[in-house]
């Protein structure tokens, strides 16, 4: 995963929201996004651009106990947030892999289960900084020739 890695700073929600809508195309189906950062880093908000991208008929939102959710449009956007699972082996029972042959996988916190993840094709990093509507976010990825033309 160190092949390509690129820095990006937003100043607003929309900018993150945008970013997701630029990264859409790089996490198509059978691809799997990690997303890490702290609570209100925007991994939600950007996981909501990706979902603007396939025209789905709903946008992204926070799950309050769910696992995964997934949204359908142009392919399904399968959204994992695993800031509540309580046992790293719950992720066997979700057979994550059925996931994929119509969709993706973007999964927030993915730390608390790593080890029982597939690998990830792209792996962003939120920060907050100094400022309240800025965010530092940090892509990486093996793709590094079409994501260079990119961003
Ligand atoms: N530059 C920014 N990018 C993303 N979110 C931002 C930004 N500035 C402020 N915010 C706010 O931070 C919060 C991010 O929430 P969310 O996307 O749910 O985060 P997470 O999923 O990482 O917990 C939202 O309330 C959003 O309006
Ligand atoms: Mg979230």
């Not at 449009?73 to 119509?102: K, M, P, Q, V, W």
């Not at 993706?104 to 309240?132: F, M």
Request: proline content about 5%; glycine content about 8%; charged content about 25%.
């Amino acid at each position: 995963m160190n092949s390509f890695s690129k820095e990006i700073v937003t100043n607003t929600p929309e900018e993150t929201l945008g970013l997701g809508i630029k990264l859409a195309p790089f996490i198509g189906i059978g691809k799997i996004a990690y997303l890490k950062g702290p609570l209100g880093a925007g991994k939600t908000t950007l996981v909501k651009g990706i979902t603007e991208f396939y025209k789905c008929s709903q946008p992204a939102k926070s799950p309050t106990f769910i696992l995964v959710t997934s949204y359908f449009g142009d392919i399904s956007i399968n959204h994992c947030d695993f800031f509540r699972l309580n046992n790293s082996e719950e992720i066997f029972d979700l057979a994550l892999e059925e996931y994929l042959e119509d969709g993706n996988l973007i999964i927030e916190w993915p730390e608390i289960g790593e080890k029982y993840l597939p690998k990830p094709d792209l792996e962003i990093i939120l920060e907050h900084t100094d400022l309240s509507s800025q965010r530092k976010i940090i892509i990486k990825s093996n793709n590094k020739e079409s994501l260079e033309k990119l961003l």
